[in-house]
Structure formats: structure tokens, C-alpha cells
């Protein structure tokens, strides 16, 4: 009798156990389901109806009546020749603006905002304030930035055309946003401008969490500062620079106010989501429009699994 | 390996001197170590001999060379860190190997040294691990083979054991021990445990406020503490202190009455006291004896510690709040509660001036 009883609470345990378990598995959910829910009304349902609408001739007036049209807006042979969204040079030349835009200006914040973040994170009076005063052009909202550049960039009463005139390093004002030549530059600077401080900051972040006697250390072992700076400093914050890239490719891949706001449809600055926008509201024309947005979403997911996959080592070094 | 020297050496942070005209000499290979309690500037001293703080005045040499405008790198000295300070993202070679790089080393000597440090080590198999597959003497030592692979002429210890468990830091420190035996190198180790100091050092260094309070060998700070503050720092448990006053005196010897113990003989040379001074008696817990007793002198047993082969036995003070310590070999006859009367060891008696400087034996009875 006495050998049995020590047995009957570890027969007991492991059900008292799973009781446990599907408590939380419940709790979990629950907290989860709202957010879920929100998510698919705002995220999911829109995303599934643009997919339908992309399968469709739909139009902004006759949305009611759009019939079904299979793959047609995205690719059709028809009369000898092919046609859809996938033949369109306007179109491949808004992926390719955007790729360009995306790739060029967060290389550009990340390599300012961490320069920023190493200004920042020395130690001098009036730290404080440089760091508020920084952090000003991420808080200004993207059109009321967008419409001051483009007066700054105007071409004939701006002042950035005024300054390199009188300092002499142009001799006739440059059309800065209407220039085929400029005005991608001329975007990318304000997008730049503009996202520095979210790099920075993240950046920062970073460094006031590296220890600091490994810099001790490297003194000490007398390890020249540009040397510390490559060896140490940037690979220990690599995993939050990874982060900040994430999210600025998200945003620089379906880039619209900024380039709208400065240079409306032209095509020498065209992306994504303008390309998109000008056959949906201008052209009226939902089912292509849509098969565009539809192709924007595949190509950002795209990116963002390649992103993860090849970053896959140094984000899980920041889990550690 | 060298020498090094400090003359008068002093650090000012803001308007807070940390550091207050420190003399001092280090011998090509001796185990130096500095011990004192928190914020005693004993880390500061360290951090300006590696040449991480600068000097604010006096003057610091390393080899007959003055060193206080050189980097730490021209100083030649390698630093083991209380905090380990391995790269964490560099495996165990990669941090021994990162500061030879630089020096424009050759790959096979980089390669040589590493391995060689690794074997002493015995870090061979760890060096493809990361740092934080490490465990704390692991990393301990990998800190040690960083700061030892450049071959520096002096090392640097901030207090490397105190990340430890008791265990690891008696291992540790015989590790420690024993690399000084086999490298010969001069090392100038920080620490606030008496214990490490006494067990490790040629020569301690005790500071107290930003000042030196002695020099000496752990036998001469233990046998003859200069003042009240290292005798009560050096020895464990520490010593009792007890007030005093002197009945009469001379160079020869004196007479003290101590409350609780009566007149005691004592060979201090007291020709600079007046008979009616205020001094301080200090014993330590092993240089006393108990005996049974009863009265107003007689003290009461508060508590004993038993721990297996010696035996504390705590008495309630006659004035102040510090118990009293007694220590002896177990067993002991004492229990709680028993009334007891002290009875120093005249011979290893200690005496301290209103100015807590401990006064010297009269030396006519050291000849002797």
C-alpha cells in the first residue's frame, strides 16, 4: 500500500499539467483575437478584395458590374500580340524607379544615421538638445516636408537654386523636380532628409547598449578607433541597423506621398503605388489598378522574405 | 616586464580629488596588489597606470620612462577587466588574436602566440566558442589570454575574481598564483578582498580615501599594521579595538588600563605620549584568551559560531557597538550566555595614538 501511494501525484501531475497548459493556450488566444480580428478586417479583407478586383475589368463607376476576367489585366495574347499589366514599360519602369528609390536612399539613411547616432552618443553640453533638434524632420508630417523642399527646390524662387548661384557652382537655375535628370536625386535627398533621425535614433539606441569596457579593452590593446569602429561597434549593432533597414524598405518599396507631393505622375520618377494610383483614380480603371497594387504586395513580400533569409544570421545574433 | 614608479601622483575628477599624492614603487616582477574598500581610488590608480584616465598631477614611469602623456597602447601593459570585456561577437581565438593584428604581426606569430596563451590556459578547446558559451572562469581566463597574448611588460588585474563564485575564486586565484610563478611578469592587481591580496601579493598596496595608508609585504601588514585603518583591514575576522589609556610610559615599554581588561604591560615605545592619554588597544580575535570570570570586568559570551575546526566566540563590548571576536581552534568550552574575562597576548598587542598611527616596540626591547 505504501508503494502505491507515492505513485498517485505523479500520475495526477502531468493532467494537472496540460490543464495548465490549454488554460494559457486559451488565455492567449483571447488576448490575440482582437487583434487578429482588426487585422483581418483593415488588412486581410481589403488585400483579398484588391486580388478579386485584379481579376476583374471593373472600372470606378461599374464596380457593381465588373465581371470576372481571370488573368487577363496582368497578362493576355490576344490579336497576335500581348498585352496587360506584365507588358507595360510604364509599369516596369515604376518597379524599377522604386527599386532604385528604395535601394539608393536607405543605403543613404543608414550610413548618415549612423553617423548621426555616433555624433550623438558622445558625451558633449547641449547633448540633449541636438538630440530633439535631430529628430525634427522625422516629426514633421511627409506632405507639410515634401511641399516645404519642393519651394526650397522650385526652380526659379527657390533658395537651394538662389545659394548655388550665389556661391557660383551653378550659372542657370535647375528645374530640381521637373528634370528628369534631378528630380529622382532631388526625392531621395528629401527622403534621406527626412528619415535620417529614425535611423539615427535606432542607431543610438544600439550603441548606449555595447559595452562599454570592450572600448576599454580595445584601448588598452591599443586597436586604432576606425578598426574598433568596423570590428566592434558595427558588427554588435548590425542586428538593430537590420531593424531599421526592414523597416525602411517596407516604406521606401510602396513610396507615394513624397514623390507625389514633389513630382506628381511624372514618369522619370514614377513608382509602384503612383502607377497604381493613376490607373485606379485617374484612368478609372480598378481591375488593372488593382493588379498592379496586387503585384506591388507580391514584390514588397518578396523582398522582405529575401531580406529576412539572407539576414537570417545577424537578426538572430541581436536575440541573444 | 618592468618597473614601474608613482611620484606623487595625484587624480582630480571635477573638483573631487580621488586621488591624493601617491608614492610608490613597483619592481621589474613583482605581484603588486592594491586593496581597500569601495571608492578608495584603488581602480583609479589601476585605470591611470593603464593610461585610461590621465594623470592630473606627478608623474608616472613605466621602465625609467615617463609615461603620463603616452596611450595606454605605447605603455605596453595588457588589462584584465572585472566585467571580462570579451567582444562578444568574436569567438575565444578571435579575441586573443584581435589586438596582435594590428601590431602588423605575421600570421604564423599570431597563430603561435595564441596557441601558446591558449595552452597555458588551458583554453585550447574553447577557441571556436563564442563568449557567452562560456562559463564565468572560462571567460575569467579567456580574459586573462587576451590581455596576455600581446605580451605586455606589465599586467593589469581590476578586480577579475569578484564576478566569480567562492569556489571558481579559490581556484582562480591559484590559477593567478601560479601564471605569476611561470611568466614572471610584473602584475599589479585591484581587489577589496583582504583574503585575494594576502594570498596573492609580493608587496600590498593598502589606500584608504585616495591615499596610501601602507606598503608592505602581507607578513609586515598583518605582524605590524601602520595604523588603525590597515589592521583593521588586513586579518580576518578582523581586530578587536578597545579604548585605552595610558597609566605610564617610556621608551622602554609602557603600562595601558583598558576597560574590562586592567592594567597591561606592553612593550610600545610611548616617550612621545603623556601619561592620561586617550589610545586604542587593538587585539586580534587569535591573540586573545578567555578565562572564566565574574564582576563588572567580566564580559558576556553573545554568540559562538562553530565552523568545524575553529570556533568564534562573539562578547558584548564595554563601550561602542562592534562584538568582540574571539577565535579559537574547536572545541571550544564557551557557551552563550558565560561570563568571561579577556586576556590579551602582551607580545601581540597592538596600540594606536588618538591619530590612530600605530606606535612602535621600543626598540631596546627588539634588540633584545
Redesign the interface.
Known amino acids: 500500500m505504501t508503494t502505491t501511494t507515492p505513485s498517485a501525484p505523479t500520475r495526477a501531475r502531468p493532467y494537472r499539467g496540460t490543464k495548465v497548459r490549454r488554460q494559457r493556450v486559451r488565455a492567449a488566444w483571447t488576448f490575440l483575437a482582437p487583434m487578429l480580428v482588426a487585422l483581418a478586417l483593415v488588412a486581410g479583407w481589403p488585400l483579398l478584395r484588391t486580388f478579386y478586383f485584379s481579376l476583374t475589368d471593373g472600372t470606378l463607376s461599374t464596380l457593381g458590374d465588373a465581371s470576372f476576367i481571370g488573368l487577363e489585366n496582368y497578362l493576355v495574347y490576344d490579336d497576335g500580340a500581348w498585352y496587360g499589366l506584365l507588358t507595360d514599360p510604364m509599369w516596369w519602369r515604376s518597379v524599377w524607379n522604386t527599386l532604385f528609390f528604395a535601394v539608393v536612399s536607405v543605403s543613404l539613411e543608414v550610413v548618415f544615421g549612423v553617423i548621426v547616432a555616433l555624433i550623438l552618443n558622445v558625451e558633449f553640453r547641449g547633448r540633449m538638445l541636438v538630440r530633439a533638434a535631430v529628430l525634427i524632420p522625422w516629426a514633421i508630417p511627409t506632405i507639410v516636408s515634401a511641399k516645404m523642399w519642393a519651394w526650397m527646390l522650385n526652380d526659379q524662387f527657390g533658395i537651394i537654386n538662389h545659394l548655388l548661384m550665389t556661391l557660383g557652382i551653378i550659372d542657370a537655375p535647375i528645374a530640381w523636380t521637373a528634370s528628369a535628370t534631378y528630380s529622382m536625386w532631388a526625392v531621395i535627398l528629401v527622403d534621406v532628409w527626412k528619415t535620417i533621425p529614425f535611423v539615427a535614433l535606432l542607431a543610438l539606441a544600439a550603441l548606449q547598449m555595447l559595452?562599454k569596457?570592450?572600448y576599454?579593452?580595445?584601448?588598452?590593446?591599443?586597436?586604432?578607433p576606425v578598426?574598433v569602429f568596423f570590428?566592434?561597434t558595427l558588427?554588435?549593432i548590425t542586428p538593430a541597423l537590420m531593424v531599421a533597414v526592414i523597416f525602411r524598405l517596407l516604406d521606401a518599396l510602396r513610396v507615394f506621398d513624397v514623390i507625389y507631393v514633389l513630382t506628381s505622375n511624372a514618369s522619370s520618377t514614377m513608382t509602384m503605388s503612383i502607377y497604381a494610383r493613376q490607373q485606379l483614380v485617374e484612368f478609372q480603371d480598378v481591375g488593372y489598378g488593382s493588379a498592379a497594387s496586387t503585384l506591388l504586395f507580391l514584390i514588397i513580400a518578396l523582398a522582405t522574405v529575401a531580406y529576412l533569409y539572407l539576414g537570417r544570421n545577424r537578426l538572430q545574433?541581436g536575440g541573444? | 616586464m618592468a618597473s614601474v614608479t608613482l611620484d606623487k601622483v595625484n587624480k582630480v575628477f571635477g573638483h573631487t580629488p580621488i586621488i591624493k599624492d601617491v608614492d610608490l614603487d613597483i619592481g621589474d616582477g613583482e605581484f603588486v596588489v592594491f586593496v581597500g574598500p569601495s571608492g578608495c581610488g584603488k581602480s583609479t590608480l589601476l585605470r591611470l597606470i593603464a593610461g585610461l584616465e590621465s594623470i592630473s598631477d606627478g608623474e608616472l614611469s613605466i621602465a625609467g620612462q615617463v609615461v603620463n602623456d603616452l596611450p595606454p597602447r605605447e605603455r605596453g601593459v595588457g588589462m584584465v577587466f572585472q566585467s571580462y570585456a570579451l567582444y562578444p561577437h568574436m569567438t575565444v581565438y578571435e579575441n586573443m588574436a584581435f589586438g596582435l593584428k594590428l601590431a602588423k604581426t605575421a600570421k604564423e606569430t599570431i597563430h603561435e602566440r595564441v596557441m601558446a596563451t591558449a595552452r597555458i590556459l588551458q583554453l585550447e578547446e574553447l577557441l571556436e566558442r563564442k563568449p557567452k558559451a562560456l562559463s564565468g572562469g572560462q571567460r575569467q581566463r579567456v580574459a586573462m589570454g587576451r590581455a596576455m597574448a600581446r605580451e605586455p611588460r606589465i599586467l593589469l588585474f581590476d578586480e577579475p575574481l569578484s564576478n566569480l563564485d567562492a569556489s571558481l575564486r579559490v581556484q582562480m586565484r591559484n590559477e593567478i598564483a601560479r601564471l605569476h610563478q611561470r611568466l614572471g611578469s610584473t602584475m599589479i592587481y585591484v581587489t577589496h578582498d583582504q583574503v585575494e591580496a594576502m594570498t596573492l601579493a609580493d608587496k600590498i598596496v593598502v589606500l584608504n580615501a585616495g591615499r596610501v595608508e601602507q606598503v608592505g609585504t602581507p607578513h609586515e601588514l598583518y605582524q605590524r599594521p601602520a595604523t588603525r585603518f590597515v589592521a583593521g583591514f588586513i586579518g580576518s575576522p578582523t581586530m578587536n579595538f578597545l579604548p585605552a589609556t595610558l597609566v605610564t610610559g617610556n621608551d622602554a615599554g609602557c603600562r595601558v588600563r583598558a576597560a574590562g581588561i586592567g592594567e597591561l604591560a606592553l612593550p610600545q615605545d610611548t616617550a612621545q605620549q603623556v601619561a592620561g592619554e586617550a589610545l586604542t588597544l587593538g587585539v586580534r580575535p587569535e591573540h586573545l584568551r578567555l578565562a572564566e570570570a565574574a564582576g563588572d570586568n567580566a564580559f558576556e559570551i553573545v554568540n559562538v559560531e562553530y565552523l568545524g575546526n575553529e570556533v568564534y566566540v562573539y562578547l558584548e563590548p564595554k563601550a561602542g557597538e562592534t562584538l568582540l571576536i574571539h577565535r579559537s581552534e574547536a572545541p571550544s568550552p564557551w557557551r552563550v550566555g558565560q561570563k568571561v574575562a579577556l586576556v590579551p597576548d602582551p607580545e601581540q598587542v597592538h596600540l594606536f595614538d588618538a591619530g590612530d598611527r600605530a606606535l612602535g616596540v621600543a626598540t631596546a626591547r627588539a634588540v633584545a
Open positions: 559595452p569596457d570592450c576599454e579593452a580595445a584601448e588598452v590593446d591599443g586597436i586604432h578598426r570590428k566592434v558588427p554588435l545574433l541573444d
